[in-house]
Structure formats: C-alpha cells, structure tokens
C-alpha cells in the first residue's frame, strides 16, 4: 500500500488512489465481495491519510476478515444513506485520483457529482505498471499454478482426442486443473484442425478426427494466482508440412524466451517472435501479440508488443507465445509464462515444446 502511495504522487495523483471491488482490491487488501453489486465499495490510499476502507454496514464483517484488514482504517455506510457523502468525508475536495478499471460508472459519477472539482485517471492509464512486478510470495504463486497447468497437460494427453468432440476435452482440461488445485478455470480452448486457425477459438461440437493438430490453450486462478499454457498436439502422426509449421512457432518462442533480460524493452521480445516467424514467410500469419502479463489475473500488464516501450524490470511475469495461423487449415501456438530474473528469464512452464502425439 505505502508503495501505491508513492507511486501515484510520483505521477502528480495528489489524492492518491481510489480502488473499486476487482483484482486491484484482492492483490491489496485480500479482500473480496461475496458479490460485486450497486452498494459503494472503495478503497482510498493517500499520501494524507492512513488505507481507509468504506463498505456497506452490511459487508463489514467480511472486509474485518480480509487478511489485509489490520493495517486499515474502516467505515461503513447504511442502506438509506448516502455512500457518496459518506466517502466525501475523506476525500480531497480537489484531488486528482487514480481510479480502478473495474469502478462502476454510476459510481464514478456519484463522486464527481458530490466533488466537482475532483479529477481522475484510470488506474492503467495513470499505473500501468502497479502490479507487475511480482515478490517472492507472488512468484511461489505462479510457479505452483505453472506446475499444476503442466501437471493438467501431461496427463490431458493420455487420453484419447479422435472421435470426440472438442467440448469433451475442453471438460477434461477444466476438470484436470481443479484437480491439481485451481479454484478458477478462466479458459479451456481446445481448436482441432481448421478450429485451430482461431487463437480464442471457443470449443464446440466438431469432432476431432486423425490427422488433425489441436492447440490446447488453457488457464485459471490457484491461490489467487494465475496459469496459462498453451500446447500444439497431433491426432496420430503429423503431416509434413503440420512438423515444419510447428518447427518454425517452436524456434520462435526459443528466441523470445531467450532474449528476455532486464532493461530490455517489451516491445523488443515480440520483435525477436515475429522476425523469425516473418523470416520462414508466415509474418501475416502471425495476428496478435506475443504475451501479456499475469498475476492475479490471466491478463494483466506488461504486454509484450509492437509499441510497448515499458522495460523489462526483474520480478516481472508473462506469456511468449508466438503461434501461425493457416485460415481454414490450421493452427499452431505454444505458450510459456516467463519470469525476469537479474540474469535473464526463467520459464515458470516446463513441458516439452515437441509436437506431442495423442490417439
């Protein structure tokens, strides 16, 4: 929180930051609603006064149990009342504020209709960069929910893939990561032959079939932190041609992975991607960034792309997966998370990146 606090003054938030029920919440205080619903929840973390929480009367016992709740000072207010007077008691009547992403906009707009001369900046806009750099703790986090995707992988392709439709993989991959320990399954997408060609291909009814290349992409919460995989497997023996496209994606992703070193920046690991995929002819084929970052969510920043000048700092985590995708045909993605380490990158994913063969 002291952090936050300095950060936003060094960016000229003189009120400090104003925090909503989301990601932001959670990572800061530990806690969360039960449901995020129209009653005012706000965190404020100000250089003028100690981490002020203000909950509906209602809520409060559960914000007492958060595991941040020592270190903060809590109000409530009571249906009938005002939660906008309520929260312009601490308020700076002309301060400039940082503001969640996920806020309501009715909210927002209770605020600067109380507080007229109060200004605010989305919390990306204003600190990109809040939560990207991962301690100790957060990095033991991913690296548990990193082994559990592997875990969820290694054994997904023990089991027959021909003659069953995606939707029933999809369910065993969702299935599989509950087991190894995730409380949240985020996303399961299981893109068979021509599927495959779709990077967010949501699964369906097709029925995969032999000779087919499935990319298995896949990914949620465990103990509040996230995974996210993605592999390339062949239905029986692959074609020529299903080898040499997978060849290119795998040599691609090597090249990211090994580039990463702090001071570079974002941008420069996604070029590293794209030249080698654009150098083997299939640079059009390659439609979307390279990575993203994650935490307590499976996309967060720093995102790793064309134009993102952000230096890669040690503590940082995100994806590299670099992928080809043949319209109509089919496609081929593989996915690690990395973490910036002072020396370089260390994968927090470690199944093998060979075209795997299922029945």
């Given at each position: 929180m002291e952090r936050v606090v300095a950060d936003a003054v060094a960016v000229g938030l003189d009120g400090g930051v104003l925090v909503t029920p989301g990601p932001d919440l959670v990572w800061l205080t530990g806690y969360q609603p039960t449901a995020i619903t129209e009653r005012l929840t706000l965190l404020l973390l100000s250089p003028n006064r100690e981490p002020t929480l203000l909950a509906p009367r209602l809520e409060r016992p559960d914000v007492e149990a958060a595991a941040g709740a020592a270190a903060l000072t809590i109000y409530d207010w009571t249906d009938g009342s005002d939660p906008y007077a309520a929260a312009g008691e601490f308020l700076d009547p002309v301060g400039r504020y940082g503001i969640s992403d996920s806020a309501w906009a009715m909210h927002l707009l209770g605020l600067q209709a109380l507080l007229p001369a109060t200004r605010y900046r989305a919390m990306t806009q204003c600190l990109p960069m809040l939560r990207a750099v991962k301690d100790d703790a957060e990095l033991?986090?991913?690296?548990?929910?990193?082994?559990?995707?592997?875990?969820?992988?290694?054994?997904v392709v023990k089991l027959r893939f021909a003659g069953r439709p995606e939707t029933e993989v999809a369910a065993d991959l969702a299935g599989l990561l509950r087991?190894?320990?995730?409380?949240?399954v985020d996303f399961t997408v299981v893109g068979s032959g021509p599927n495959g060609a779709n990077p967010h291909h949501e699964a369906g009814e097709r029925v995969i079939q032999v000779g087919d290349s499935v990319v298995l992409d896949f990914g949620?919460?465990?103990?509040?932190?996230?995974?996210?995989?993605?592999?390339?497997?062949?239905?029986?023996?692959?074609?020529?041609?299903?080898?040499?496209?997978?060849?290119?994606v795998r040599e691609a992703q090597q090249a990211a992975f090994e580039a990463v070193r702090p001071g570079l920046p974002c941008q420069e690991i996604d070029r590293v991607a794209r030249a080698v995929i654009t150098a083997a002819g299939y640079g059009d084929q390659f439609i979307h960034r390279t990575g993203h970052g994650i935490g307590v969510t499976t996309h967060e920043p720093p995102y790793i792309v064309e134009g993102e000048q952000q230096l890669l700092l040690p503590g940082m985590c995100f994806s590299i997966e670099p992928g080809i995708y043949l319209s109509g045909r089919f496609g081929v993605r593989i996915e690690?998370?990395?973490?910036?380490?002072?020396?370089?990158?260390?994968?927090?994913?470690?199944?093998?990146?060979?075209?795997?063969?299922?029945?």
């Open positions: 033991a986090r991913l690296a548990a929910a990193g082994a559990a995707a592997d875990s969820t992988f290694l054994e087991e190894f320990g995730h409380e949240q949620g919460l465990m103990n509040g932190y996230g995974s996210d995989t993605t592999r390339t497997v062949s239905v029986g023996e692959p074609s020529a041609e299903l080898v040499r496209v997978h060849g290119i690690d998370i990395v973490t910036v380490t002072t020396e370089g990158g260390l994968r927090l994913n470690t199944t093998d990146h060979g075209l795997a063969v299922v029945s």
